[in-house]
């Protein structure tokens, strides 16, 4: 299957700093990637869909000044936490769509644990 | 409000029983659906995925979709402690986005 990797696996901040997450698409080329964030014992909800090129959409309630979402290029997407407050504390995963493959957005990355102090 | 649902569980079966997961969805134009295993503090594994209406096989699990009830299941057969985990039901809308249920633990005693 289609690999998603992301960058850090886990990172620990101080409140009021920000933190930048990667994810990149090893074997292909990821024309959309999507963010995710899931809270203990939730399930994973969409915060934003990135595409090559052109800005995000983000979902409802999701703040895109506190979520900065980069995707440059084809193979890597960034997410900035900005100003990161313990309430942002969470695990961050994204997945990575080919739009020429069936099915590739299904693939995650290993996900982000984001730990603000 | 496009729903996936999903029943909590826990749901224990002995070591080498039948696992049955279930879920529905609420939206008729979805695309293509998926099970996902996600242990604790790890990102979601895909299992299986299936698009057309009927049993699709894999190994020891078999996903069933019928559009018509709107209804996925996922059977595991010859259950194993590693199983053991939270299964999550998804998804994938006409526009590519994937709608997550709340997931269904999974306990395999031994």
């Known amino acids: 299957g289609a690999v998603v990797s992301q960058h850090p696996s886990w990172v620990i901040c101080k409140s009021g700093t920000s933190v930048k997450i990667e994810c990149r698409s090893l074997d292909f080329q990821a024309t959309t990637m999507f963010w995710y964030r899931q809270f203990p014992k939730q399930s994973l909800m969409l915060m934003a869909t990135?595409?090559?090129?052109?800005?995000?959409?983000?979902e409802q309630g999701v703040e895109k000044d506190k979520f900065l979402i980069n995707h440059a290029s084809l193979t890597l997407s960034t997410l900035t936490v900005t100003s990161a407050h313990p309430e942002d504390s969470s695990f961050y995963i994204c997945?990575?769509?080919?739009?020429?493959?069936?099915?590739?957005?299904?693939?995650f990355g290993q996900g982000t644990r984001l730990t603000v102090v | 409000q496009k729903e996936v649902e999903q029943n909590s569980g826990p749901l224990s079966v002995p070591e080498g029983a039948i696992a049955s997961l279930n879920c529905t969805y609420s939206?008729?134009?979805?695309?293509?659906f998926f099970w996902y295993r996600q242990y604790s503090g790890k990102s979601p594994e895909l299992i299986m995925f299936i698009y057309s209406n009927g049993d699709k096989e894999d190994g020891r699990f078999t996903a069933q979709l019928n559009r018509a009830s709107q209804y996925i299941s996922l059977l595991i057969r010859d259950s194993k402690l590693s199983d053991s985990a939270t299964y999550l039901c998804v998804v994938r809308d006409s526009s590519y986005k994937l709608i997550f249920g709340s997931g269904t633990r999974l306990l395999v005693r031994p």
């Open positions: 939206d008729r134009g979805s695309q293509s």
């Open positions: 997945s990575a769509r080919d739009g020429g493959t069936e099915g590739t957005e299904a693939f």
């Open positions: 990135s595409n090559e090129g052109s800005k995000a959409t983000y």
